[in-house]
């Protein structure tokens, strides 16, 4: 769940899930996005470590995205790999004075583009780990308060929002009604069973259709996970 996340930025549909499932392999979390507008919600509802970009995007010159998240509204100080096609040394010059952090040229050999990835997150040091969370379409940030599920902000109270973090911070594993009090409220606290089920109830309300993640363990407690019910 800490892994570091990479946005792909790649409108063939081949080339982004070979690079995808690339940085997988190699223990990154791999978001992606075909077109600029794509990038730019992927950036705002997941914040990632890092950015491969190319150039030629559907909507637009993958410049645009690159100034704006270096310089405008969107700024962000993930570093940004160029991946293209467009191998002239002043393409890579405008590229480079646009923001992005390094140049790689299509066709590419991806070791070598795995040691420019390492190259940079090295680069941009070590992330802070326990500030985001993310699970199935949902994000937590933990130091700007913020809860979006699938791409839609949700506010949260602060026990609500305590009471997700906790879930995404243990996803696919039971948590016992006492374990979840102890943590929300404290050992003081005395009406265990009624305050966690009312508390859940809300959050399921709350997160709308991604609310029946949070599935009741009959005789035990609470789980998140987005496996499907069979039968």
């Not at 690079?19 to 990038?39: F, P, S």
């Not at 995205?65 to 700024?75: H, I, M, N, P, W």
């Not at 070598?112 to 990835?117: K, S």
């Not at 973090?165 to 979840?180: D, T």
Request: with cysteine; glycine share 8%; hydrophobic share 35%.
């Amino acid at each position: 769940m800490n892994k570091r996340l990479i946005l792909v930025v790649e409108d063939d549909p081949a080339i982004c899930r070979l690079i995808a499932q690339t940085l997988e392999k190699e223990g990154y979390r791999a978001r992606k996005a075909k077109t600029i507008g794509e990038a730019r919600d992927s950036v705002r509802n997941s914040r990632p470590d890092m950015i491969i970009l190319d150039r030629r995007l559907p909507d637009g010159d993958g410049l645009e995205l690159c100034r704006a998240l270096k310089t405008g509204s969107d700024a962000l100080p993930a570093p940004i790999l160029f991946l293209t096609s467009k191998n002239s040394t002043s393409d890579k010059v405008v590229g480079l004075k646009m923001g992005a952090d390094d140049y790689l040229t299509k066709p590419f050999e991806l070791d070598e583009m795995l040691a420019r990835v390492e190259a940079l997150m090295r680069r941009s040091g070590p992330r802070e780990q326990s500030d985001r969370h993310e699970y199935a379409g949902i994000a937590l940030d933990a130091e700007q308060h913020q809860c979006i599920v699938d791409g839609k902000w949700v506010r949260l109270w602060p026990k609500e929002f305590e009471l997700l973090k906790l879930f995404l911070s243990k996803p696919g594993k039971v948590l016992s009604k006492e374990h979840i009090c102890r943590r929300i409220w404290g050992h003081d606290f005395i009406d265990t069973s009624r305050a966690v089920e009312m508390s859940v109830r809300r959050l399921r309300a709350r997160l709308g259709p991604g609310g029946w993640m949070i599935k009741t363990v009959k005789g035990y407690g609470f789980m998140l996970s987005s496996e499907k019910e069979s039968g």
